[in-house]
């Protein structure tokens, strides 16, 4: 079977930008696989969900969150990456990885809520667009399925799905208040009911 020269000049280009050769994954040895290759170290979704929230409460980590949601950063795609550097990491593998979703998007909620940072479920949802009535139509018939989708996903999502004792951890956690916030002072109340005689 004769090689093609635009296939040799296929591999070449890939090798030349660092690339992997096809299959060449295959060839690697048994005794030494890839951390996703080998048994998960998690298998209980609880188990592993107290990992996730340990990860995520580190208070270095807290910080660089908050800042990623201050500036606009999704929630999904926080949680999406936190959960892939675990599968990355042989911590769990792909299912247990989708049943976490959800938790710890609400994870990411709450410490977000508790920080009073606004954040949004997805980049760019604040985002406001201004075009043609027609064009709006279009564009919604476009992507209407894969919107409604996410939406109807993330508003069924109950808070149920993050167990008590995690969530009241998340309430009794104490943040520190950025250098940078205002103080507010504390004002008398004006009211009769708060007057004191």
Do not use: C, H
Not at 3 to 10: G, L, P, Q
Not at 42 to 66: C, D, G, K, Q
Not at 115 to 130: H, M, T
Not at 141 to 153: A, G, M, P, T, W
Request: glycine content about 4%; charged content about 25%.
């Amino acid at each position: 079977m004769a090689v093609s020269e635009k296939a040799i000049n296929f591999i070449q280009d890939g090798l030349a930008r660092g690339k992997a050769i096809p299959g060449q994954s295959l060839t690697n040895s048994p005794d030494q696989p890839y951390n996703w290759e080998r048994p998960s170290e998690y298998t209980n979704p609880r188990e592993a969900m107290m990992y996730v929230f340990e990860s995520l409460t580190v208070p270095e980590t807290t910080e660089n969150i908050l800042l990623s949601l201050n500036s606009g950063v999704g929630v999904i795609d926080i949680a999406s990456i936190t959960l892939y550097a675990g599968f990355l990491e042989g911590k769990w593998n792909p299912d247990l990885m989708l049943l976490l979703m959800e938790p710890t998007m609400y994870m990411l909620m709450a410490i977000a809520e508790k920080a009073d940072v606004p954040y949004s479920l997805e980049a760019g949802d604040n985002e406001k667009i201004e075009m043609s009535p027609e064009n709006q139509v279009a564009e919604l018939n476009d992507k209407i399925s894969i919107q409604d989708v996410k939406l109807k996903s993330a508003q069924q999502a109950s808070p149920q799905s993050v167990p008590q004792d995690v969530r009241k951890v998340i309430e009794e956690t104490e943040l520190s208040p950025s250098l940078l916030e205002r103080v507010k002072e504390q004002t008398q109340s004006k009211s009769l009911l708060g007057r004191e005689e």
